[in-house]
């Protein structure tokens, strides 16, 4: 069973950093999209940032030039660094993944991030 395990999450300072980790377990495959999505309280989740293993970035623009999302050397390693946070990032961060073509998506637990003073 595929599973995917985030960590980093906490509280922030606005303006501070803070760096997510992801990585997968139970799959021989590789993961050939690799991601982070978030939903914030009453609100639908939404993509933050996704990358390729041929490293092809894509990012939501409230996100763009302050996150930055990056493979691990270990295959299926994703993290997103993210700097000069805003409050309106606080929200539940939930890795994600899948292969080429016809591919389910696959869910981490989510971790929470909360910037606020």
């Known amino acids: 069973q595929v599973q995917l395990v985030e960590s980093g999450g906490g509280l922030v300072q606005p303006g501070g950093s803070l760096r997510l980790s992801c990585a997968t377990s139970g799959n021989s495959f590789t993961m050939n999209v690799m991601g982070w999505y978030r939903q914030a309280p009453g609100k639908q989740r939404e993509l933050v940032a996704t990358?390729?293993?041929?490293?092809?970035?894509n990012y939501q623009d409230s996100v763009k030039g302050r996150f930055t999302i990056s493979r691990g050397n270990a295959e299926n390693t994703v993290y997103l660094q993210m700097n000069s946070t805003k409050p309106e990032d606080t929200a539940v961060y939930y890795c994600?993944?899948?292969?080429?073509?016809?591919?389910?998506?696959?869910w981490g637990q989510g971790t929470q991030v909360t910037v606020s003073s």
């Open positions: 990358v390729t293993t041929s490293d092809s970035t």
């Open positions: 994600a993944a899948k292969r080429f073509g016809v591919s389910p998506w696959y």
